[in-house]
């Protein structure tokens, strides 16, 4: 199917009994493949590809949400979403975001009016990616990723989405930062974000997805970005540690407050140390360096 004749399974879910744990949905719908997830009036909506059976992949999505979150009395309601109608929608509420004193992200069809010569302008037009800065995961990334990249740096960037954070650390002085995403729509957008940034000599797109051992086999590096749910980021840690050497760096983020201090420890048993954290809502973002063997 072409990707103008394509439509998207718009689900939302709401849990009214889970207080200030109802953030655990989100968290919850990204694992289980979402294209990112918006908070809308209490209801956080997200786009699933076109599944074959749609009433069994609800009764599913709710079963699994529930086991994930530990929440009961999940409501869940679906409709359908085309593709161009997609495309529109994503574009209500984007605007020019400055994210640190010199970081300015804005969409493509609104330039910003306050940005200065010293201003890094980043141009962001997320499509079917996952990666703006409205979310808070990715507001903490280029906070510490803009005190961290140095001149010359070799960067991974782990689960890309629309390339923003592999963008940043090229428009930050890196020299070659390897984008890593397996979704074709991601990748689609990416590509256009890094021609629009012209970055195209120093970011690279591998399309694919990233395991322990595909990321060990691409160091040594000087830094690792990844911007990914708690879930798919733990069994990574081995690959981190392979492809850093000591005294380089880390940057993980996706992981909500209640989840960071297993996913510290998790990285502490794994030879990383903690450098700073960021905390933007109920998110938070680590910079963490490699230790000495």
């Not at 086991?67 to 020019?96: C, F, M, N, V, Y």
């Not at 990844?226 to 996706?254: C, D, K, Q, V």
Request: charged share 25%.
């Amino acid at each position: 199917m072409t990707v103008a004749g394509r439509r998207w399974l718009e689900v939302s879910v709401r849990c009214p009994s889970a207080g200030d744990r109802s953030a655990l949905l989100a968290d919850g719908l990204l694992s289980l493949g979402a294209r990112g997830v918006e908070e809308r009036a209490g209801w956080y909506v997200s786009y699933f590809g076109e599944p074959a059976d749609v009433d069994g992949f609800v009764r599913d999505l709710r079963a699994s949400l529930t086991d994930d979150t530990g929440l009961e009395g999940i409501r869940i309601e679906h409709k359908w979403q085309l593709h161009e109608d997609w495309e529109e929608s994503w574009k209500r509420g984007l605007a020019p975001r400055r994210v640190t004193p010199r970081i300015v992200v804005h969409p493509s069809w609104i330039p910003p009016t306050d940005s200065g010569p010293d201003d890094l302008l980043i141009v962001l037009d997320p499509g079917m990616a996952f990666g703006t800065a409205e979310h808070g995961t990715t507001r903490g990334c280029l906070r510490l990723l803009d005190v961290t990249v140095g001149p010359g740096d070799r960067v991974l960037d782990i689960g890309a989405g629309s390339g923003i954070l592999a963008i940043a650390a090229a428009r930050l002085g890196a020299g070659d930062v390897l984008a890593i995403e397996g979704d074709e729509f991601a990748c689609e957008a990416l590509l256009e974000n890094v021609e629009r940034n012209d970055v195209g000599d120093r970011v690279r797109l591998v399309e694919a997805w990233a395991t322990s051992e595909s990321i060990a086999a691409l160091g040594p590096v000087s830094g690792i970005v990844a911007n990914i749910e708690s879930g798919l980021l733990l069994p990574l840690f081995t690959g981190f540690r392979s492809a850093l050497p000591e005294g380089a760096w880390l940057i993980i983020s996706g992981i909500l407050d209640a989840e960071w201090p297993r996913v510290e420890a998790a990285l502490a048993r794994s030879g990383f140390e903690v450098g700073s954290v960021d905390a933007d809502g109920d998110w938070r973002s680590g910079l963490f360096r490699r230790r000495a063997n």
